[in-house]
């Protein structure tokens, strides 16, 4: 289970950089889950099941979600955001429409089970794997986030006009937000699949990306601690209503509770938690600094 | 004096509406220039539209005697043109600090020493430099948003009703802060507060139902107690 969240968390936290930090609300996230996971599932089932093929499959499920990002971007970034949303809904659909069909390739909705190298097969390096690139991503984030141009990011989303006219060129950081998203998303598909070691086109489905976006409001937008930890309570819940749906019919539907929480959370918790906590201690901070060194902080 | 911008007849829809019926103004380098009306007047669209925000379906933008109507804002800011919103524009979730840098085009000297002066007349900035800009008071917005556009070595500011809302000693500042930034560059002023303009304009153009339909010097203004009354409302 905790590999698991550590692949959700991985997979939110792209999430996150998209909503929380850029603000575009992408309802085909799963388009690049779903690139990851068939990349890696095909390779694999078609070539050895070396750790060579393994990484080879993993770059080339991150260099098509780059391309594909970049194109899907540049179609759709110059839209507002209502119809953002609807048309990456509609072309991951076209996605999972195509993977449905083309059954040559991905066997449709039946799917494929795969062999994975050794390293991957034993569940203590497989865990340890996925923490290490969890940890990685969310450094790799941080690092981006708080960086000018993750300043510029958070500015695009408050007030897109106004970054505009301090002489932004806002939709070149809009396409490199959905880029790298894209890319950290198919990584998060490589490694599902190969938990499971089975694909199928469900990682193209709709849920995929409402998993993704529940964990990140639940757990706070644009904190990226925030989704791993509405990563790890969806996942838990999850189990636990599974097991307890073992002794009460009423848990087996425990995506309706899913709902509910949905719901909830964006009435009354829409800062999530993370969101929340640094709210009340923003309040409470009144920040004042000494004036001497201002020049060099400015300048560093 | 040489003319540093030149509004020529510009119109502008917003969405269905007719908003800018034939606006034309000039401004002069190193003036301040005063755009004055009543609410709804057009004041606020005829400076979106010279940033591009509001793009003109008809007419024609100079600066600096390069057409500029048809360039996108990020080229027309970047071209040194300030904006200084009247919703103030603060990016609420950057603090103080970010707020300021991500406004810096360029970290020279010449930045730096503006900063200094800036944030010696709002020491508010200062107390506040680690805090976000949401949690600011409106005052201290507006003097965010001033010092922002102050920051860079902007050939023209557009400043829209930066006495808005604010109590009278905040307006004072703010005045004061313009009274600075006009020794440096040229500005084009819309403003509600008629001795604030006064204090502060060189030129006036009045604007009417989106249409520019008087100009003048400011101190003629003064004088003239018809014409304030017909278009501005001042008894």
């Given at each position: 289970?905790?590999?698991?969240?550590?692949?959700?968390?991985?997979?939110?936290?792209?999430?996150?950089?998209?909503?929380?930090?850029?603000?575009?609300?992408?309802?085909?996230?799963?388009m690049?889950?779903?690139?990851g996971?068939?990349?890696t599932?095909?390779?694999?089932s078609?070539?050895?099941p070396?750790?060579?093929?393994?990484?080879?499959?993993?770059?080339?499920?991150?260099?098509?979600?780059?391309?594909?990002?970049?194109?899907?971007?540049?179609?759709?970034?110059?839209?507002?955001?209502?119809?953002?949303?609807?048309?990456?809904?509609?072309?991951?659909?076209l996605?999972?429409?195509?993977?449905?069909?083309w059954?040559?390739?991905?066997?449709?909705?039946?799917g494929?089970?795969?062999?994975?190298?050794?390293?991957?097969?034993?569940?203590l390096?497989?865990?340890?794997?996925?923490?290490?690139?969890?940890?990685?991503?969310?450094?790799?984030?941080?690092?981006?986030?708080?960086?000018?141009?993750?300043?510029v990011?958070?500015?695009?989303r408050?007030?897109?006009?106004?970054?505009?006219?301090?002489?932004?060129?806002?939709?070149?950081?809009?396409?490199?937000?959905?880029?790298?998203?894209?890319?950290?998303?198919?990584?998060?598909?490589?490694?599902?699949?190969?938990?499971l070691?089975?694909?199928?086109?469900?990682?193209?489905?709709?849920d995929?990306?409402?998993?993704?976006?529940?964990?990140?409001?639940?757990?706070?937008?644009?904190?990226?601690?925030?989704?791993?930890i509405?990563?790890?309570?969806?996942?838990v819940?999850?189990?636990?209503?599974?097991?307890?749906?073992?002794?009460?019919?009423?848990?087996?539907?425990?995506?309706?509770?899913?709902?509910?929480?949905?719901i909830?959370?964006?009435m009354?918790?829409?800062?999530?938690?993370?969101?929340?906590?640094?709210?009340?201690?923003?309040?409470?901070?009144?920040?004042?600094?000494?004036?001497?060194?201002?020049?060099k902080?400015?300048a560093? | 004096?040489?003319?540093?911008?030149?509004?020529n007849?510009?119109?502008?829809?917003?969405?269905?509406?007719?908003?800018?019926?034939?606006?034309?103004?000039?401004?002069?380098?190193?003036?301040?220039?005063?755009?004055?009306?009543?609410?709804?007047?057009?004041?606020t669209t005829?400076?979106?539209?010279?940033?591009?925000?509001?793009?003109?379906?008809?007419?024609?933008?100079?600066f600096?005697?390069?057409?500029?109507?048809?360039?996108a804002?990020?080229?027309?800011?970047?071209?040194g043109i300030?904006?200084?919103?009247?919703?103030?524009?603060?990016?609420?979730?950057?603090?103080?600090?970010?707020?300021m840098k991500?406004?810096?085009?360029?970290?020279?000297?010449?930045?730096?020493a503006?900063?200094?002066?800036?944030?010696?007349?709002?020491?508010?900035?200062?107390?506040?430099?680690?805090?976000?800009?949401?949690y600011?008071?409106?005052?201290?917005?507006?003097?965010?948003?001033?010092?922002?556009?102050?920051?860079?070595?902007?050939?023209?500011?557009?400043?829209?009703?930066?006495?808005?809302?604010?109590?009278?000693?905040?307006?004072?500042?703010?005045?004061?802060?313009?009274?600075?930034?006009?020794?440096?560059?040229?500005?084009?002023?819309?403003?509600?507060?008629?001795?604030?303009?006064?204090?502060v304009?060189?030129?006036?153009?009045?604007?009417?139902?989106?249409?520019?339909?008087?100009?003048?010097?400011?101190?003629?203004?003064?004088?003239?107690?018809?014409?304030?009354?017909?278009?501005?409302?001042?008894?």
């Amino acid at each position: 289970m905790l590999t698991q969240i550590f692949i959700l968390a991985i997979f939110a936290m792209s999430y996150d950089l998209l909503l929380g930090y850029t603000g575009i609300v992408s309802f085909g996230h799963a388009m690049f889950f779903g690139i990851g996971a068939y990349s890696t599932g095909v390779l694999l089932s078609r070539f050895e099941p070396t750790l060579l093929w393994l990484i080879v499959s993993m770059a080339v499920g991150m260099v098509i979600a780059a391309i594909v990002s970049y194109f899907v971007g540049l179609l759709t970034l110059r839209l507002s955001n209502h119809f953002y949303a609807m048309l990456t809904l509609a072309l991951a659909g076209l996605f999972l429409v195509v993977a449905e069909k083309w059954r040559s390739l991905t066997l449709g909705n039946d799917g494929f089970t795969f062999r994975v190298p050794d390293i991957m097969r034993d569940r203590l390096s497989f865990y340890l794997i996925c923490l290490l690139l969890m940890v990685a991503v969310f450094f790799l984030l941080m690092r981006l986030t708080n960086s000018p141009m993750g300043k510029v990011l958070v500015a695009v989303r408050e007030n897109e006009a106004r970054t505009q006219s301090l002489g932004f060129k806002t939709i070149h950081y809009k396409l490199i937000s959905s880029v790298v998203a894209g890319v950290i998303a198919s990584v998060a598909g490589s490694l599902y699949v190969m938990s499971l070691r089975f694909v199928n086109t469900s990682v193209f489905a709709l849920d995929v990306t409402l998993d993704a976006l529940l964990m990140t409001i639940l757990g706070g937008v644009g904190t990226l601690i925030g989704p791993i930890i509405g990563a790890a309570i969806i996942e838990v819940s999850h189990h636990w209503l599974t097991e307890l749906g073992k002794f009460y019919a009423i848990f087996e539907r425990w995506i309706i509770f899913f709902g509910i929480l949905y719901i909830l959370a964006v009435m009354f918790f829409p800062k999530g938690i993370v969101g929340s906590l640094r709210e009340i201690r923003w309040k409470r901070k009144p920040s004042k600094v000494k004036t001497k060194n201002k020049n060099k902080r400015i300048a560093g | 004096m040489t003319t540093l911008l030149e509004v020529n007849d510009i119109e502008t829809y917003i969405g269905q509406y007719h908003i800018l019926q034939g606006v034309s103004f000039q401004v002069k380098k190193g003036e301040v220039t005063v755009l004055l009306g009543r609410n709804g007047a057009g004041k606020t669209t005829s400076l979106r539209s010279i940033m591009g925000l509001n793009p003109i379906q008809d007419g024609r933008i100079n600066f600096n005697g390069e057409d500029i109507s048809k360039l996108a804002t990020y080229h027309i800011a970047n071209r040194g043109i300030g904006f200084v919103p009247e919703d103030q524009g603060i990016f609420g979730e950057l603090t103080v600090e970010e707020n300021m840098k991500i406004a810096m085009q360029k970290q020279d000297d010449a930045t730096l020493a503006r900063l200094d002066k800036i944030l010696t007349l709002f020491p508010d900035l200062k107390t506040y430099w680690k805090k976000q800009g949401g949690y600011l008071s409106g005052g201290q917005k507006q003097m965010l948003s001033i010092a922002r556009a102050y920051l860079n070595k902007n050939e023209l500011l557009l400043i829209d009703e930066p006495s808005k809302g604010l109590a009278p000693i905040v307006v004072e500042k703010v005045m004061e802060s313009i009274m600075e930034m006009k020794d440096e560059t040229t500005i084009v002023l819309v403003e509600q507060n008629f001795r604030m303009a006064m204090g502060v304009g060189d030129t006036y153009y009045i604007i009417d139902d989106g249409r520019s339909v008087d100009t003048g010097n400011m101190k003629e203004l003064a004088d003239n107690e018809e014409l304030k009354r017909k278009y501005l409302g001042i008894a």
